[in-house]
């Protein structure tokens, strides 16, 4: 580097690693002397050092810059290697960190990786990925069509890194330019589903009640294993022609990743593999296969290539492993650790999800780490409005709001109301609203080891229901919220602005009690098609604050003038008596999902979170 006063250069002696600077320096500019395997010292070296001259006199404006231009110096592809291969034994300050800071971008193209310094490496990655694709049968060679076009393709490359930051291997992912495709030509379809969060949860919650076994599964080139229906051309990948038929094209046999309807193939794919073995898919939840192998019953939830098996019995795991490798090109990741960015720990029959690692990673980045926590995600005191002026960056507090909503929706239920509020304001934030994200910020410092908790009791599905009334200036609509428990900890919850204006507290909360509903519905059928569950299933049982929306729910005719409520209360009313769910009245201080709806105390956020399964991994100090 450059001294910073004087016009002199800052250099480090590798031998005892220590700064030194000089005025005057020659440099070769066209070759380092790194590759020659030898460190040239003041003796032999053709470089001459001079030492700097200090100036006479206390002004310092005697001090001059040189005005020759400082442009940075490439010294060829070979510097970082044969630097880092020279004096990793001799300088501990290039460790794994350093190392990925030196290493160059991943390449962008397939000349660009044959032509970098990880050619080889690139290329074995890309031979890899070929093999699998050949060995697949993904693909003939012919002559394209009269009246056909190709679709052309490219390489991904991508260095897949440790947890340290080290490189733990180099990935090439041949993907098929699936942008140019015509709808009703070259596809139909695109559909996939995929499970959903809270069936995961609820899965866990059933683990922990019936003591499962949980094993993870990955299928390795997913998308490769879907067959197509349509007639597509490809061109051949860059730079991977086959000698002697550059001119033919690929007729694909099997999806390809970049495909849309690859994932719809994929899941048709599996679907019918699985089904065919003796699994049953779940009515509400397409995704979860059961299966009775003896007295174990085994479960099977996918989510694209991600699986995880749950099982009583570890012979019936080991058995579902063996046929799915059978099939598939697998990878057994054993019990489970890491599920869609979720840490599953498990004492004993208890399971813990907890997201505190990328807590803390949103923290750093966000620069809220060396923060005062606080005790209450949102001021209730704090009345936000719409900033009709300037925004002020509105880039990162979207960015933030994404990022928390992803925490909230997957294992921070507490944060559910705080995260609905600001995300109103997303598009034009103010002061106030990042004073508030602030806030936000700094109770997650606080509460970064919070995670949810099955233990297994109780083994009842519950469900909580609030609203709060337009509580504040600007917006006339009400808020609901909702929270269901199962093993211990909450499995579904959700706060959400309220699309019909309520005009008073009754109307808001029945309003609350239909979503409700809907929802003790959905997971109902779903814990029904469990052949572990009890049977018949039992109703699920409610708990409102608000005697006068339970008193209408129950009432057999509605004789108000107001048509939403009326088609609502004829939903709710239908559930009630098909025993899909019961109501009960509970004060709104026990009322779990009174945290989703509005601002609350310190002690009452503790005492929510607590009933929803929120605990610290470890103790945490007293803030």
């Not at 030194?20 to 010292?41: H, K, Q, V």
């Not at 050092?49 to 020759?68: A, F, I, V």
Request: with cysteine.
């Amino acid at each position: 580097g450059y001294a910073e006063n004087s016009a002199a250069y800052r250099f480090m002696r590798m031998s005892d690693r220590s700064m030194c600077e000089y005025r005057y320096a020659e440099f070769f500019e066209a070759t380092f002397l790194c590759l020659t395997r030898s460190i040239p010292d003041q003796a032999n070296s053709p470089t001459r050092y001079l030492p700097t001259s200090c100036p006479t006199g206390n002004d310092s404006s005697t001090l001059r810059r040189s005005k020759r231009t400082r442009g940075e110096t490439s010294f060829g592809p070979g510097f970082i290697t044969s630097f880092l291969s020279e004096h990793s034994n001799h300088c501990e300050l290039i460790d794994s960190t350093i190392f990925v800071y030196f290493i160059e971008d991943d390449p962008k193209t397939f000349e660009a990786a044959m032509r970098s310094v990880d050619a080889h490496l690139w290329k074995e990655a890309s031979d890899s990925e070929l093999d699998s694709i050949r060995s697949n049968h993904t693909w003939d060679l012919v002559d394209l069509p009269k009246g056909c076009r190709s679709i052309g393709c490219k390489w991904i490359f991508k260095r897949k890194l440790r947890t340290n930051g080290s490189i733990d291997r180099y990935k090439a992912r041949l993907v098929i330019k699936g942008f140019t495709q015509k709808k009703r030509i070259d596809f139909f379809d695109t559909y996939s589903p995929v499970t959903k969060i809270t069936t995961i949860r609820t899965m866990f919650a059933l683990a922990s009640i019936f003591n499962m076994h949980v094993h993870q599964m990955d299928v390795k080139t997913a998308f490769l294993n879907g067959d197509l229906d349509e007639e597509i051309y490809m061109d051949q990948p860059p730079g991977c022609a086959e000698p002697g038929f550059e001119n033919k094209v690929c007729r694909l046999r099997k999806s390809l990743y970049g495909l849309k309807q690859a994932p719809k193939q994929w899941f048709e794919k599996f679907h019918n593999t699985i089904t065919g073995f003796g699994f049953k898919a779940n009515s509400s939840d397409t995704c979860i296969y059961s299966k009775m192998f003896n007295n174990a019953c085994v479960f099977l939830c996918l989510y694209v290539d991600d699986m995880l098996i749950f099982s009583t019995h570890m012979s019936a795991i080991e058995e579902t492993k063996l046929f799915l490798s059978s099939k598939f090109e697998m990878k057994d990741m054993g019990p489970v650790d890491v599920i869609l960015g979720v840490k599953v720990i498990q004492q004993g029959r208890k399971f813990i999800l907890s997201q505190s690692h990328y807590s803390e990673k949103l923290l750093k980045k966000f620069n809220s780490w060396n923060v005062t926590p606080v005790r209450t995600p949102y001021d209730p005191s704090v009345h936000l409005e719409k900033n009709n002026g300037i925004g002020i960056e509105q880039e990162d507090y979207a960015k933030i709001i994404g990022s928390l909503m992803f925490l909230m929706n997957y294992t921070r239920p507490d944060i559910g109301y705080a995260v609905n509020r600001l995300s109103r304001y997303t598009h034009n934030p103010g002061t106030e609203h990042w004073t508030a994200l602030r806030r936000l910020l700094r109770y997650l410092r606080g509460t970064t080891e919070w995670s949810l908790h099955y233990e297994g009791f109780p083994g009842v599905l519950e469900g909580y229901t609030d609203a709060n009334w337009v509580s504040d200036n600007e917006y006339v609509n009400s808020t609901s919220g909702f929270v269901f428990t199962l093993g211990g900890a909450a499995i579904s919850w959700k706060s959400s602005k309220q699309t019909c204006i309520a005009r008073s507290t009754m109307e808001s909360e029945f309003m609350a009690l239909d979503l409700t509903g809907q929802e003790a519905e959905w997971l109902r059928c779903l814990l029904s098609d469990f052949p572990i569950w009890e049977k018949p299933t039992p109703a699920v049982s409610l708990l409102c604050d608000s005697q006068a929306a339970i008193c209408i729910a129950q009432n057999k005719t509605y004789n108000g003038k107001k048509r939403h409520i009326r088609i609502r209360h004829e939903t709710v009313r239908s559930l009630l008596e098909t025993g899909v769910f019961s109501l009960q009245f509970v004060r709104s201080e026990f009322n779990l999902a009174d945290p989703l709806t509005k601002g609350l105390c310190r002690r009452m956020i503790a005492e929510s979170s607590k009933g929803m399964g929120l605990k610290p991994i470890k103790e945490l100090e007293n803030l």
